[in-house]
């Protein structure tokens, strides 16, 4: 892929605080930006990061069509610089722009604009253990027009965050409720795919949830309300007696990169393992029976986020005293091990970019 590099005049790096960013506030010197008009991708540039010029007709501010990735480049123990699984977050990416009606591109035009940046921007790649540069891909709608049909023209773009742990007192069990008057998607919607409706129909129940104590919601299915789907924007994951155990991946829940990688360390370490649906009444007769043993949720931004409490119809149940599970320590440790490049990478996670 051939891009026109226009290189900032001055780096902001210096007065950047890496160190103690907060996640998603900071942004690199530079983006990179490719249009696609005429039935194909073409213009790929790297400009300086800053505003975008668009007009407010644009489709994708009134008709919703966007998706977005987002995958973490880290420095490893070795000074070298790699991505964690980017081939698995080009196929979710794909598979998300199918459902959306936006154009394809290939793997090495999506990868290739992923690298650009992080290559460009290497000095954005955070030193410290326990932090990264955070890439989000994104295409939208960008032609003008009106009208409820799939645009004939879109943006694409990527643009990078360094960033620490998602949770600034660290790897801690949180407490999480379920909710009553919501759902976050149903069969046949947006719920497995990575673009923002999936995300803003869980707001307000995010907000009630802190407003009450909580971290997040843990969702329920949006047909019998009974079923375990996401805790909040993760996937979820319960131990139950000697069993490992998420819901099946159909059609309302995405699938998670780190969820993948969790059941690959899983199988790889002969765990039990079951993708199966899991009623929060089973998980609350469990606790009282005491075979439950941990639950937590997995995702990009804080790998493994353990849960200490679920309250459910005015009711709480308490995971593991309040206290991450040996498990899922066990998960977090192996994955940034391997992000890291402290841990031999038996499933070539990561691809060297530097």
Not at 44 to 49: H, N, T, V
Not at 62 to 91: M, N, T
Not at 154 to 163: G, N, R, W
């Amino acid at each position: 892929m051939n891009i026109t590099v226009t290189k900032s005049p001055a780096s902001r790096r210096a007065q950047a605080n890496l160190e103690n960013a907060a996640f998603g506030e900071v942004f690199s010197d530079h983006m990179f930006q490719m249009e696609f008009r005429n039935g194909g991708w073409r213009e790929a540039k790297l400009l300086p990061f800053g505003p975008l010029p668009m007009l407010p007709s644009i489709s994708a501010l009134h008709y919703g069509q966007i998706v977005f990735e987002g995958l973490k480049a880290f420095r490893q123990q070795s000074g070298a610089v790699a991505l964690f699984r980017p081939e698995k977050f080009y196929e979710r990416f794909a598979r998300s722009c199918r459902r959306l009606a936006i154009p394809s591109m290939s793997r090495e035009q999506f990868i290739g604009a992923v690298t650009s940046v992080v290559r460009e921007d290497e000095g954005w790649v955070p030193q410290k253990r326990g932090h990264s540069l955070y890439l989000r891909p994104f295409v939208f709608a960008s032609e003008s027009f009106l009208g409820v049909r799939a645009s004939r023209e879109y943006t694409f773009m990527v643009i990078a965050s360094p960033v620490g742990n998602y949770y600034k007192e660290g790897v801690k069990p949180v407490r999480l409720t379920t909710s009553a008057d919501y759902i976050r998607a149903a069969k046949g919607g947006l719920g497995d795919v990575k673009t923002p409706a999936n995300y803003a129909a869980s707001l307000l129940a995010a907000e009630e949830a802190r407003d009450e104590g909580f971290a997040q919601v843990i969702w329920l299915d949006a047909a019998e309300h009974r079923y375990l789907e996401e805790a909040g924007a993760m996937n979820i994951f319960c131990v139950i007696g000697g069993e490992l155990v998420t819901p099946p991946l159909e059609g309302t829940i995405l699938p998670g990169v780190t969820r993948d990688s969790v059941l690959a360390l899983a199988k790889a370490w002969g765990l039990k393992i079951a993708e199966r649906r899991i009623a929060i009444d089973e998980l609350f007769d469990a606790g009282e029976k005491g075979t439950l043993r941990e639950v937590f949720g997995s995702g990009t931004a804080a790998v493994i986020s353990p849960v200490g409490e679920i309250r459910h119809r005015g009711e709480t149940l308490s995971v593991n005293g309040g206290n991450i599970g040996p498990l899922a320590q066990r998960f977090y440790d192996a994955i940034t091990a391997i992000q890291y490049g402290e841990a031999e990478d038996a499933f070539a996670w990561m691809e060297k970019v530097v």
